[in-house]
């Protein structure tokens, strides 16, 4: 099943598969908390895309509040866990085994795209993705972002250890320049998200609009 897709890094894919492979949900099944914050912009029907969803709390979550969810990873173990975890919730999800690089995101069609601390990409590969997130927003959708700072070097909490991977607000407002910037804070919050995103940590959230 590993070789069903394109993997652009095999390294990488083995890495988050041998991860996933443990019996209990790496980051936890609830929702991140920012995401989470977010309730009062969602509608029941919206149709959202979670991207790096792995074992899908985030996915899940979404359609527990009535959205029509596709949820993407590369992972056929987060995958098998994603999908008991919607079966335990007796809610419906599309997911989506792909590569985030390879995939062929298609036309616009979601209402909303979310990211949750998928940090792996290198500076290249995540202008793609923040490319092709923007792209596949209706006019009028909402983009939720949600990483860490260059500050969790320090923490050491989770996330990835190469500072050019990690977020700044001059970032992500320049990535979605043109976008109505909604919502975005920085600061330093106890996480609680599983075995791999915990303790003090810095993060920032972004909240943004498409035009139209």
Known sequence: MTDSIPIADQNEHARWEARFAAEDYVFGTEPNAFLASQAGLLRPGMKALSVADGEARNGVWLARQGLAVTSQDFSPNAQAKARAL????????????????????????FDLVVGIFFQFCDPATRARIFQRMRHVLLPGGLLMIEGYTPRQLEFRTGGPSVLENLYTEELLRGSFAGMEVLHVAQYEAELNEGARHKGMSAVIDFVARQPG
């Open 86 to 109: 919607a079966a335990h919730h007796k809610v419906s999800v599309e997911f989506m085994l792909a590569d985030i690089d390879l995939w062929d995101w298609g036309a616009p069609r």
